[in-house]
């Protein structure tokens, strides 16, 4: 049996979708989110987060935003539970979305918290810069990603990369599914294609 192909989410590039810009300042311990830490009693009860003025007004079922984390609707979140990812896998945290006028999105959006990460870097194909004197990937140089799909566990579909945790990938029948049920904004790049 072939091996799945994996992608790797990207700010999406299109100029009319809508874009957060203010997560890391949402809550205290965001930060959490770029460790897949499991955020339970941590996160705020009714957390709202507005489309960027500065960004396109599309509202999409994936939220667009600078800082790597996956927003997604009720209808995209239907979709990864009805493949598997329950709360072991991926925590769903709800948030309020408001468009660039400030009204409230009447559907259900949130954060997908991906809590497995798998030690997968192809270290000699990738294209990356490190920390001085550490064997520790600098997030903003990685321009080019590749990985080792061995080190990859078969059901894995929406996981983090081990080495880079605030970078999650997904696995390619995953996307597929969500593209054919028509869901907006998916923004990912293929392995080895240039990274914005």
């Known amino acids: 049996m072939p091996r799945h192909e994996y992608f790797i989410f990207v700010i999406n590039s299109d100029p009319r979708v809508g874009t957060i810009k203010n997560l890391d300042d949402a809550f205290a311990d965001y930060w959490m989110l770029n460790e897949g830490m499991a955020l339970?009693?941590?996160y705020p009860p009714k957390l709202e987060l507005a489309l960027s003025n500065k960004s396109g007004d599309m509202v999409t079922d994936f939220i667009?935003?600078?800082h790597k984390v996956v927003l997604v609707s009720e209808k995209a979140r239907a979709i990864l539970e009805q493949?598997?990812?329950g709360p072991e896998l991926v925590e769903f945290l709800p948030f309020t979305l408001k468009d660039r006028k400030r009204k409230k999105?009447?559907?259900p959006y949130f954060i997908a918290n991906a809590l497995q990460s798998f030690d997968c870097f192809d270290w000699d194909r990738s294209k990356y810069n490190l920390y001085p004197n550490k064997r520790?990937?600098?997030s903003t140089s990685l321009s080019k990603?590749?990985?080792l799909e061995d080190k990859v566990p078969k059901d894995a579909l929406f996981f983090r990369l081990g080495e880079l945790k605030n970078r999650i990938l997904i696995r390619?029948?995953?996307l597929?599914?969500?593209k054919a049920a028509g869901c907006t904004g998916i923004s990912v790049a293929a392995m080895g294609e240039p990274l914005p």
């Open 105 to 107: 999105v009447a559907e």
């Open 176 to 178: 597929e599914t969500l």
């Open 172 to 174: 390619s029948d995953l």
């Open 64 to 66: 667009d935003n600078i």
């Open 136 to 138: 520790k990937v600098v």
């Open 145 to 147: 990603l590749y990985v």
């Open 40 to 42: 339970q009693g941590k």
């Open 83 to 85: 493949a598997g990812l």
